[in-house]
């Protein structure tokens, strides 16, 4: 009977240790499986940041090259604006620095152009007040006769800051026509111009 104990007590320790064997075996085989599934989530989701990463490098440099270009651009139409404000500042000055007959051509065409009742005051700049002579103002008002006005322009003592050209008032109506303002006006006019030959 004890014989028969033992066998039964060893048989169960036998399947038992077996069964703790493929118990084990089986748990190590899962927690190779879980460790290998852990890798491989573990190389998809580096693979998927380094992916985001080389992205949002990509996006930033596509953005800091965005804005290097923009400020490019805007330099560079600064740039372009400065010169034409330039050819227009010099154009200004060649207009004033005319020798007097070409300067006094110019006036002349101007007032006779745009007198209306030839009993405006004209104000000019300092500088022509000195320049041009009383015979030229005659000689307007004689033409401006001959247009059928009235021919009594009178030119003011008080002076404008201009460059050149001058102020025309009538009934207290100031025209602006002072070498600064027509080249203002005209500015959006020859701009394209004056662009083609500077920046061909």
């Known amino acids: ?61 596509r953005r800091i090259v965005g804005v290097a270009q923009l400020e490019a651009r805007k330099e560079l139409l600064a740039a372009k604006q400065e010169l034409i404000s330039e050819a227009f500042r010099d154009s200004l000055d060649q207009l004033v620095k005319l020798d007097d007959n070409s300067y006094l051509s110019i006036i002349e065409s101007m007032l006779l152009n745009l007198v209306e009742t030839g009993d405006e005051t004209v104000f000019c700049s300092a500088g022509d007040l000195k320049r041009i002579p009383d015979s030229f103002w005659d000689d ?35 025209m602006n026509c002072s070498f600064e303002s027509l080249l203002a006006m005209k500015r959006d006019e020859l701009e394209p111009e004056i662009a083609a030959v500077l920046f061909k």
Request: without cysteine; proline residues 0%.
């Open 140 to 174: 307007i008002n004689k033409k401006l006769a001959g247009q059928g006005k009235k021919g009594e322009l009178l030119l003011s003592k008080e002076t404008r800051d201009i460059k050149g050209g001058f102020i025309l008032q009538a009934e207290g109506v100031e």
């Open 1 to 61: 009977m004890k014989e028969g104990a033992e066998r039964i007590v060893s048989r169960i320790l036998d399947d038992a240790g077996f069964k703790a064997e493929s118990i084990k075996q089986e748990a190590a085989e899962k927690a190779e499986a879980v460790k290998a599934e852990a890798r491989q989530k573990a190389a998809r989701r580096q693979e998927h940041i380094l992916e985001q990463a080389r992205k949002d490098a990509e996006e930033q440099k």
